[in-house]
């Protein structure tokens, strides 16, 4: 891979050793580059990636998997808007010009997602999922099926048409008995909607299925939930949500928070407080003691009292022993391994057996390594008496700055996966888009009724990655205090702007409110951007090369799939920090729960003052729905289109409803009708 010199044109140039393969490289390439100029559709995209693949599959070539791999990727980067050229035999790519025009942008994107999750909606067991969603069937002695749970919308239409004469006597009322939105969550795999008898794991896939992008399943923890209309019969689904574990890594809302390390030690320097010395020493302390080291202790690598008074040789020992022990996990490490069912050991054993493996024993010996040479540090500058005149002077050097980092690293380890959520899916179902029912979707997210149903999902939940590091089970409060998500678009979310909810309205107090802060723009790093089919080339390109593995075990870093693609794009010479560039920023947003983030983000706050009570629970969830209809609703039905836009999705034939999957079926439709809706 080379730059083209004066533009941002850049040269792929996969290593593949035939000829037949390097000239059909090109030749793919030209057939791209002419769809780029003519038309850029996705047929003509797919109908050229369907011949390449057709002529790869074909041939016997040894170098074919890499061949298909970066033809297949190349093709990806067409259907994003990526513009391919042939120039004397040299493929060049150049990423999508930025922008300026909003819907343009919009359309751009959706264009790009639409393409994968198309795709997804045509796999035959996609097909017959949805099939057997919309199907008919008895249930308490009705027909019943997915189109139950939508609303009509001539129904809905026609009594927001009466609602809209008591705008200024009576709205409230009105409104009430037409929209009344609550929250049920789906706390088990096999848990049933009473009015359909279908599963609600399945109700919300079939609605997540209606998006704009792909249905994925996320690692970590995953809790999802249905916004429902009990004001309307069978409470049709206004809208779903789901949190998930958060990302790691986000500047904007690190820094926003006070978790990024320069904006910390900002903080530090600016304002030093005894508190703040003091913390440091403790959560040091703690990480410390939640490192498993009976068997670093058997083998001599340290002692007891190179705990209390590390000196440099033992930290030099522990990373020596880390290195080893990593080679070791490349050299013999197998997934099944390290899958192991928890009913098969006693007590701690479980526990201990995961931090004897290599994987955690390099794990260990590096974070040891880490904290000994941090305690050094403190020791000599604390004396044993942490103070803030000692912490300022401490953070004026590059040694105690260093040490600050790491620990407050260790802070936000302990943290970020259990007080911090991703709103990871959020949206309306119609006939409720057009009401704004997204807004109601994302209000209803910040429920105190979501943080309490997150903390009794996951109130006994172990820690894998740390009781795996402590050879023993760490359980840790699992209070939510900040959820955080990013729009699809790049130019904003219309969701998600303006959104305030007066906490008094909720029981808390009048000078406070729960609001989406808007922190910036991100450009995130995946692999999202690319079809499954090509994921598939490039995994399997790394699996028959001779490179080190990368195994998909739990606690060896971040995504499996992410580092396997990476290290099949470097196979490929191809440059994968740039194309695993998503080269579409997205707004961030982040929503405060507590009024004491910044310190109980790092720990040096105990508890989480809630800025609703978490008690508040079912009670809170309503009044956000009074208040979606009074600052919302109320409004947006004054609005002749909006309604008649209502009115087009309809459960009768000819079916008109958006909240159908939209999917082209050839067996014949089945027929819908009201009352048995």
Not at 120 to 131: N, T
Not at 363 to 384: H, I, N, P, Q
């Amino acid at each position: 891979m080379t730059n083209v010199p004066g533009n941002t044109w850049t040269t792929l140039e996969p290593p593949l050793p035939s000829k037949a393969s390097q000239n059909a490289f090109v030749e793919h390439a030209r057939a791209l580059a002419k769809v780029c100029r003519r038309e850029r559709t996705e047929e003509a995209i797919e109908k050229a990636r369907g011949a390449f693949v057709a002529e790869v599959t074909a041939c016997r070539r040894s170098d074919r998997q890499a061949l298909l791999a970066a033809g297949l990727v190349m093709t990806d980067l067409a259907t994003q808007g990526w513009t391919v050229r042939v120039r004397s035999e040299r493929v060049e790519v150049k990423p999508p010009d930025p922008v300026t025009d909003p819907l343009a942008e919009k359309a751009r994107i959706r264009r790009q997602e639409l393409v994968k999750r198309n795709a997804q909606l045509r796999q035959p067991s996609v097909q017959r999922f949805l099939d057997s969603m919309e199907r008919q069937r008895l249930h308490d002695g009705r027909y019943v099926s997915i189109y139950s749970l939508m609303r009509d919308g001539r129904d809905l239409a026609e009594g927001l048409r009466e609602a809209r004469t008591h705008l200024n006597n009576g709205w409230a009322d009105a409104l009430s008995k037409l929209v009344d939105p609550y929250l049920q969550f789906v706390t088990a795999e096999n848990t049933a909607c009473e009015f359909t008898g279908l599963r609600l794991m399945d109700v919300w896939r079939y609605f997540r299925h209606t998006w704009t992008n792909q249905y994925t399943s996320v690692p970590g923890r995953t809790m999802v939930f249905l916004v429902r209309d009990r004001a309307a019969a069978n409470h049709p689904v206004m809208g779903i949500g789901a949190l998930s574990s958060p990302i790691m890594q986000i500047r904007e809302r690190d820094s926003w928070i006070g978790w990024h390390p320069e904006t910390f030690l900002d903080r530090v320097r600016t304002a030093p407080t005894r508190e703040l010395a003091k913390w440091l020493v403790d959560t040091l302390d703690a990480a410390i003691d939640e490192i498993y080291v009976a068997d670093l202790i058997e083998d001599g690598i340290l002692s007891t009292r190179d705990l209390k008074t590390p000196s440099l040789a033992v930290i030099e020992r522990l990373l020596k022993e880390s290195a080893e022990a990593r080679k070791k996990h490349h050299r013999f490490a197998r997934s099944r391994d390290h899958k192991q069912k928890r009913s098969d050991f006693h007590g701690d054993e479980y526990w201990i057996a995961k931090a004897r493996t290599h994987l955690f024993r390099s794990k260990r010996a590096l974070a040891l390594s880490t904290y000994l040479r941090a305690r050094a540090v403190l020791d000599e500058a604390f004396g044993g008496k942490p103070t803030a005149e000692k912490l300022a002077t401490l953070a004026k050097t590059g040694y105690g700055s260093d040490a600050i980092r790491r620990v407050l690293k260790k802070a936000k380890a302990d943290r970020v996966g259990i007080a911090v959520a991703d709103i990871s899916v959020c949206g309306a179902v119609q006939p409720y888009n057009a009401l704004l029912g997204g807004k109601l979707a994302a209000m209803m997210a910040a429920s105190p009724e979501v943080v309490h149903q997150y903390r009794r999902r996951y109130a006994q939940a172990e820690s894998e990655i740390a009781s795996s590091m402590a050879g023993r089970p760490i359980v840790r409060a699992s209070k939510l205090v900040l959820l955080g998500t990013t729009s699809l678009y790049g130019v904003g979310s219309s969701q998600y702007n303006r959104i305030k909810i007066p906490a008094e309205r909720l029981g808390g107090n009048a000078e406070d409110v729960i609001r989406y802060a808007e922190l910036g723009r991100s450009e995130a790093f995946g692999t999202s951007q690319y079809s499954e089919e090509t994921v598939d080339a490039l995994v399997d390109l790394v699996q028959q090369s001779d490179a080190q593995r990368v195994n998909s075990i739990f606690g060896e870093g971040v995504s499996p799939k992410l580092r396997k693609v990476r290290q099949a794009l470097d196979l490929l010479n191809l440059p994968s920090g740039m194309l695993l560039r998503h080269h579409r920023p997205r707004v961030v947003y982040a929503v405060s729960l507590i009024k004491n983030l910044d310190d109980y983000l790092i720990g040096a706050a105990k508890r989480p003052e809630y800025i609703v009570p978490v008690n508040e629970g079912v009670a809170a969830t309503a009044a956000i729905g009074a208040w979606w209809r009074e600052r919302w609703l109320r409004n947006r039905i004054i609005s002749d289109d909006v309604l008649d836009e209502i009115e087009r999705h309809t459960t009768v034939r000819p079916v008109t409803h958006g909240a159908r999957v939209p999917l082209q079926r050839a067996a014949p439709q089945q027929p819908m009708y009201s009352d048995l809706s």
